[in-house]
């Protein structure tokens, strides 16, 4: 299994691009999540999955849209790309249940100019 | 909404010592699970340790014991005989959706260093 695989694993765009960031898991997992992690600052919560179709809002959310088509994908949209948006971006999954371990992919290091 | 904090941006051991890293909670839910996360400097996130709001034993997975007291809120995370590996970032995180892990909440974490 490859697990949890984001591409790309480093991006630089200019103020006002908009770009995708990949997400994909292999092991059949119903919960998928993305966060940022800023320096200084532990992990937040953008956006999450709790099976195909159907998405939710996490704790920043404002700027970036997701989707989940299929069980495996889960992309993170940036729609209008902001220098506040310079941060590492990780992709989550986990198995439907309590305590279970959540998976996490390498991270995408994004940087907007 | 839920909040982490723990208190200790940097911590010092020597090798072989054990350490505790604090983390204190606050929620309003009766259900809710609490997790510890290492992240080394390679930047991955490595899953350590649960404890189930409902659980009444401390958790332990190898060198890892969680020492949870409720009434207090807290959750801290002890490391028997340090290594040098275990030099890492540590967040402990909550989520509020009965334990399940999609919905994590992350404190800043806290640096541990050990030393030879």
Redesign the interface.
Known sequence: NAGVTQTPKFQVLKTGQSMTLQCAQDMNHE???W?RQDP??????IH???GAGITDQ??VPNGYNVSRSTTEDFPLRLLSAAPSQTS?Y?C?S?Y?????????G??TRLTVL | AQKITQTQPGMFVQEKEAVTLDCTYDTSDQSYGLFWYKQPSSGEMIFLIYQGSYDEQNATEGRYSLNFQKARKSANLVISASQLGDSAMYFCATSNSGGSNYKLTFGKGTLLTVNP
């Open positions: 919960y998928m999540s966060y200084g600052m532990g992990l937040r919560l999450y999955s709790v996490g704790e590492v990780f989550a986990s439907y249940g309590v305590g279970n371990e959540q998976f996490f390498p991270g």
